[in-house]
């Protein structure tokens, strides 16, 4: 029976399929990603993965020989050496943990302005990197659990001398007190002399003195006299 045998035949002749099909293939592994007609796309889609199967392989294996021989195979198929070293040596370790599945396909909304064709994005699907959550949630944990057992312990860690300090602290504060009081009470004291004398009072104490002045003189002259 002849069934499913005129799947992709993209309108060309076989040599022409098969060399387009093989420069999309080192275009893809070149880059990663490329654009191209929907139709082209899943025409690629099989023959790229079945290429990336021999990298595994290759990586796999332990004997020389067949590593030489399905990267013999796949430059037979890709026709270019530069992109099955690439292939082989850098690009097949994003795919050791996945059984197949190596491309994805998006389908572009705008269509191709010369021809209408439907449009499409394939790529390399890469490997996704994993996120260690749990240990980081566990690490906190464990924290916790300690600064929840031993609340006591951290604070005497952190304050080896705080009972010391305590003690100390009150007496130095008492004698600053003390110290501020008595200069306060002398200035109060100072203030409370200099506001008592009134003008009357002062004025008295000028003719006390005038009075002792002419005591004085009037003793002078009598002595003189005598």
């Known amino acids: 029976m002849r069934h499913r045998k005129h799947n992709h035949q993209l309108g060309v002749k076989s040599a022409h399929r098969v060399s387009l099909v093989a420069n999309l293939s080192c275009s893809l592994i070149e880059h990663g990603r490329i654009k191209t007609t929907l139709a082209k796309a899943r025409a690629l889609r099989p023959a790229i993965e079945k290429i990336i199967t021999l990298a ?15 990267r013999r195979l796949a430059i037979a198929k890709l ?15 994003q795919f050791l943990s996945r059984n197949g599945g190596y491309t994805r396909i ?4 705008l269509p191709r302005l010369g021809d209408a ?19 980081k949630k566990s690490s906190s944990k464990k ?10 312990e ?3 860690k952190a304050n080896p001398k705080s009972e010391d300090s305590s003690e100390v602290v009150p007496e130095a504060e008492e004698t600053v007190e003390s110290d501020a009081e008595e200069n306060n009470s002398e200035e109060v004291a100072n203030d409370l002399d200099t506001s008592e004398k009134s003008p009357v009072s002062k004025a008295k104490e000028t003719n006390d003195e005038e009075k002792a002045a002419e005591s004085k003189e009037e003793a002078e ?4 006299e005598k």
């Open 221 to 224: 002259e009598k002595s003189a």
């Open 79 to 93: 026709r270019n050496k530069k992109a099955v070293s690439k292939l082989f040596d850098e690009l097949v370790d």
């Open 117 to 135: 064709a439907d449009m499409a994005l394939i790529e390399l699907v890469e490997e996704a990197v994993k996120k260690n959550t749990k240990k």
């Open 56 to 70: 595994k392989k290759a990586h796999n294996s332990d004997d020389a020989a067949r590593k030489v021989h399905y």
């Open 106 to 109: 998006y389908k572009l909304a």
């Open 143 to 152: 924290g916790s659990q300690k600064a929840k057992s031993a609340p006591g």
């Open 154 to 156: 951290s604070q005497e």
